[in-house]
């Protein structure tokens, strides 16, 4: 068997399995919503820096602040109007926010949670190797002489209560960056790659902060549904029904904490509960409510769902002849 031969059939061993995963997938309804159990106003404080690189807290400060700004269900007071209200000596302090500066910060600003922390080192190094210049038939028949540039930044994130003052949150967090420069060519520099590593932090950070103080979960409202796996499809999605229809409303919960509990009202046109269902879920579990439309009167109709009480969506619909 000849090189074009094996890749062909590598490819289609490779198709297979994609087509193998995609139809054990089971397709989310559309609608997403999060909910948080805790407000999370949050105020990205300076970070500490023991590290060789000036800049290095700084960076990983304001790509935390970046990261959080575009994560659902924070939101971030800028740095900026911070230090309007509190002391450059407050924000300049390295190391844990005491209780009365917390709470002087929580009060001046109205946020509820500050993320501050430290960067203990960032380790940079460079290592010789080649790169591949030419290829022909899946093979590499030409490598050139290059360098790989590498960084690991490593610290600690806390996260504090701002009324209290007292932390959390405090986990270790690295991230870590390469890039491989052929020989000849100009190395931008290492603070490209520290600013890469901090991207990677603050994802972690950003995940931390959700997994900590909110859920996520998905819906859709259907005229009908087929069972896939341990979950549901829904089909014909709407927000019209008639009589001879049932309204299916399929969630899927996809962060929660065992044992939360989900309550769902059906609420009718006047305002009556129609049907209410609770209900005790876990991470990942999928979840299918239907209600039978015969015999009910027309107008708008409201679902509305709430988890450990708080509300998680308001969803409405028509029933009509």
């Given amino acids: 068997m000849d090189d074009t031969a094996g890749i062909l059939i590598a490819i289609a061993i490779g198709a297979a399995i994609v087509a193998a995963l995609f139809l054990l997938m089971i397709p989310q309804p559309d609608e ?60 300049g302090k390295i190391g844990l926010v005491d209780p009365n500066t917390a709470a002087r910060i929580g009060s001046l600003t109205g946020v509820n949670k500050l993320l501050t922390g430290e960067i203990y ?36 994130v806390e996260v504090l209560n701002a009324q209290t003052g007292q932390i ?29 590593s901090a991207d990677e932090i603050s994802s972690e950070v950003s995940s931390l902060l959700t997994a900590t103080y909110t859920r996520e979960l998905r819906y859709g409202l259907y005229r009908s549904y087929e069972t896939k796996r341990n979950g549901y499809v829904g089909q014909g999605e709407t927000t019209h029904f ?17 044992d939360d509990a989900f309550q769902l009202v059906w609420v009718g046109p006047e305002g009556n509960i129609v049907k209410k269902e609770d209900d005790i879920v876990r991470d990942g579990a999928w979840r299918l409510y239907r209600l039978e439309l015969a015999g009910l009167s027309n107008g708008r109709f409201t679902i509305k769902g709430t988890l450990n009480g708080i509300e998680a969506f308001e969803k409405g619909f028509i029933l009509d002849s």
């Fill in 242 to 258: 008639s009589h001879i229809d049932e309204a299916y409303l399929i969630v899927h919960f996809t962060r929660v904490k065992t």
């Fill in 32 to 91: 997403r919503a999060v909910i948080t159990m805790e407000r999370l106003d949050v105020a990205v404080l300076r970070f500490g820096n023991s590290s060789s690189w000036p800049k290095a807290g700084e960076t990983l400060r304001a790509r935390i602040e970046a990261k959080l700004v575009n994560t659902s269900g924070i939101t971030v007071f800028s740095r900026t109007r911070l230090e309007e209200l509190v002391t450059e000596h407050v924000l």
């Fill in 121 to 156: 080192g960032v380790e940079a190094g460079t290592e010789e190797t080649t790169v591949c210049e030419e290829w022909k038939d899946g093979d590499c028949i030409q490598s050139v002489p290059a360098t790989r540039y590498t960084v690991g930044v490593l610290g600690q």
């Fill in 168 to 196: 959390e949150q405090a986990e270790g967090v690295e991230g870590s960056a390469s890039t491989i420069v052929k020989q000849g060519n100009t190395f931008a520099g290492y603070e490209s790659l520290i600013a890469e």
